[in-house]
């Protein structure tokens, strides 16, 4: 991984900010030229610090309004790959985890009802690798810094 310095860390908070500030207007912020913030940027996308750019849309507004999260206990000697292709077909999967405790896995779902929620969780425990499921809807999200 690359060092980062001052400025770099700067770029970063305005492109998490605002992923389509423009390399002046970044540069303006920090004190560069607009070529340089490209050389900064380029550099730490190729080293990995800069994994992707992307869009963050608002699930709430797509109709996503049941949020929860699913701890997943599995039978016998369930890999970390078969965890993933029991849960890749369900798009209301929007992460998943291994985790340590009783759980394999905890799966961060979004769905357009309870009802939907339902439907979801019963479909995932259909899976040959899923033992039992345990649930927690959010009622309310109080810090997210992603």
Known sequence: MAALDQIDEQILTVLGADARASYP???Q?????????K????????CGVIRRFTVELNPTALGATTESFVEVTCTGRTTPDDITRALTSHPQVV????VSGEADALVHLRCNSITELEQVLERIRRDRHIE?????????????RR
């Not at 992460?95 to 291994?98: G, H, L, P, S």
Request: hydrophobic share 45%; glycine share 6%.
């Open 25 to 27: 207007r970044i540069g």
């Open 29 to 37: 912020e920090v004190g560069l030229s607009a070529p340089a913030v």
């Open 39 to 46: 050389r900064r940027i380029d550099r730490l996308f190729r």
């Open 95 to 98: 992460a998943a985890y291994t």
């Open 132 to 144: 039992r499921t345990t649930s927690v809807v959010v009622l309310t999200c109080l810090l997210d």
